[in-house]
């Protein structure tokens, strides 16, 4: 298996953050690497997101969870892996909210995919998770 981790705290609620997590629609206005998405069904469990990444092939995820306003989680099946993040955000002291994106590539292929694939999906996580606080803190 192959993880990572990011996060950041803000002063933006959870509830803010699950507002603009919620809103599929309007994922490109805070993340720069979305080129076109779209969600069918309602933002909960077994709905689907066909996420397409600036020049790149869309990617199918599917919400295998979905608490709000604390987290949810996708996930994407790709050939020998399966790519899961963990988007989570909770409370902590005074007025301060930290949300953390958590990946995790695991299958038969994980050990050697994953050290390659992650790093790619990931890298923007910092840039992301900087520009989701800044709209959440409007």
Do not use: C, K
Not at 42 to 60: H, K, L, Y
Not at 95 to 116: K, L
């Amino acid at each position: 298996m192959w993880t990572t981790a990011h996060s950041i705290d803000t002063t933006a609620s959870p509830e803010a953050i699950w507002r603009l997590w919620s809103d599929v629609a309007g994922w490109p206005e805070w993340n720069a690497d979305i080129e076109r998405i779209e969600l069918s069904g309602p933002f909960a469990v077994g709905s689907t997101i066909s996420m397409t990444p600036v020049g790149q092939d869309p990617v199918e995820l599917r919400l295998i969870d979905a608490r709000e306003p604390a987290l949810f989680v996708d996930e994407a099946s790709l050939e020998d892996v399966v790519v899961r993040t963990v988007h989570r955000v909770e409370r902590l002291d005074g007025d301060r909210t930290r949300i953390t994106y958590r990946m995790e590539i695991s299958g038969p292929a994980a050990d050697s995919v994953g050290r390659q694939l992650g790093p790619q999906i990931s890298a923007d996580f910092p840039e992301t998770l900087a520009a989701l606080a800044e709209h959440a803190e409007r």
